[in-house]
């Protein structure tokens, strides 16, 4: 089965602005953080079709990187998105674990550029 999510590159919390980025993680507030990480977690359940019987054994994952500018850092986004996408498909049921057990590959992309929706996709081949 494959499934593909998409998150944008800033996610608003009380009205402020932050990126999915390593800079802006290492940085926030715990209480901060949990809100970014629960805010991503429900853009990516609005993307999903219903949950499996049970959870897939494994995925392949492909991340796709969408900057609005060249100025932007692949390894400084994909993984915040990545990681907060792969929780989410262990909470909802899709994957049994995001250990190296069940995600047996990740390949990163930088694709072209795109100033109006400026994301990170990440699609799961699920086995």
Known sequence: MEIKVSLPLHIHINGKKIA???NEYRNLHFQVLSKLKKQASRIVLSQLPN?????????????LFFPDNLHKDLRNF?????KFADDAMV?????KDDNCKHITSVHDQVMELDSKNPRTEIIYFLK
């Open 78 to 82: 994909a993984p915040i998105a990545s």
């Open 51 to 63: 949950p499996p019987a049970k959870p897939f054994n494994s995925a392949d994952i492909q991340v």
């Open 91 to 95: 909470e909802y049921g899709f994957l």
């Open 20 to 22: 999915l980025s390593l």
